[in-house]
């Protein structure tokens, strides 16, 4: 009830009628964040034959991608101590995207021989259906003996388990590719940290000037190897800002 010249005016109806306006615009903007992303996956996949022409660049540097993941200010944050030597074997990281429905992806990392698992690869893929629903399917990683990063340490008396990685401050990176979910981190991989890799290896991508593509021989070589020995220690001690919070579609299943 509101008052205006002294009379009581009904004003539910009116709210109501706007409440059910902002309903239909809402559905609007939806609409358009549906149809902007899956715009964006069609021009990515535009770009596969440039990415694999790059792929063949960065194998030259060493510790690329592993550099990448360092100074990504959010992806940093989810790296614990004990990840860094295990990542420090990663050679490429790759997106694959479905060639009918291109929003639906694969995300791979591709390792060399290491102490740690007996994998050359980890794929974990997300599936979006037109209901909403998300289908994850994550990888087996066969871990060598005593080195599973994932194992749980021993609980102690009365804590609860977190409900997914990214709720778990000191969950292991890796085990993001056990999560059930995990489409917040894999949208900032591959929507993100993929398509902008070399401004993040360079420490350009928080340029103001957007429009600015660094080129390799911008960093000498012995910068380059600088750089990647310094990774292991760089930006871990910095507190990084939370991920955003994307809408995503809930969970159909995982396998």
């Not at 614990?80 to 479905?98: M, P």
């Not at 066969?142 to 969950?171: C, I, M, Q, R, V």
């Not at 990176?173 to 981190?185: I, T, Y």
Request: one cysteine or more; hydrophobic letters at 35%; charged letters at 35%.
């Amino acid at each position: 009830m509101a008052t205006s010249n002294g009379a009581n005016i009904d004003i539910q109806g009116p709210l109501q009628e706007l409440d059910d306006i902002y309903v239909d615009i809402n559905a609007i903007v939806e609409q358009l964040v549906e149809e902007e992303a899956a715009l964006h996956a069609k021009y990515e996949q535009k770009k596969v034959p440039l990415y694999k022409k790059r792929q063949g660049a960065i194998d030259k540097i060493p510790g690329f991608w592993h550099t990448c993941l360092e100074k990504h200010p959010i992806i940093s944050s989810l790296i614990e101590s004990e990840d860094r030597e295990a990542i420090s074997y990663l050679k490429s990281i790759d997106i694959e995207r479905s060639a009918d429905t291109p929003i639906n992806y694969k995300i791979v990392f591709k390792f060399a021989e290491n102490p740690y698992f007996t994998n050359s690869e980890l794929a974990k893929e997300f599936n979006f259906s037109d209901k909403g629903s998300i289908k994850v399917t994550n990888p087996n990683i066969d871990w060598k003996e005593g080195k599973d990063l994932t194992a749980a340490p021993p609980k102690l008396e009365g804590e609860e388990d977190a409900d997914s990685f990214t709720e778990n401050e000191d969950t292991s990176f890796f085990c993001w590719f056990n999560d059930v979910n995990g489409s917040d981190l894999a949208d900032l991989i591959a929507n993100d940290l993929y398509p902008l890799a070399l401004m993040y290896f360079t420490g350009s991508a928080e340029s103001d000037d957007d429009d600015e593509v660094p080129v390799f021989d911008e960093l000498a070589q012995d910068d380059v190897e600088e750089e990647y020995e310094a990774s292991d220690d760089a930006g871990s001690d910095e507190e990084a800002e939370d991920a955003p919070v994307n809408k995503r579609p809930k969970r159909m299943e995982s396998n």
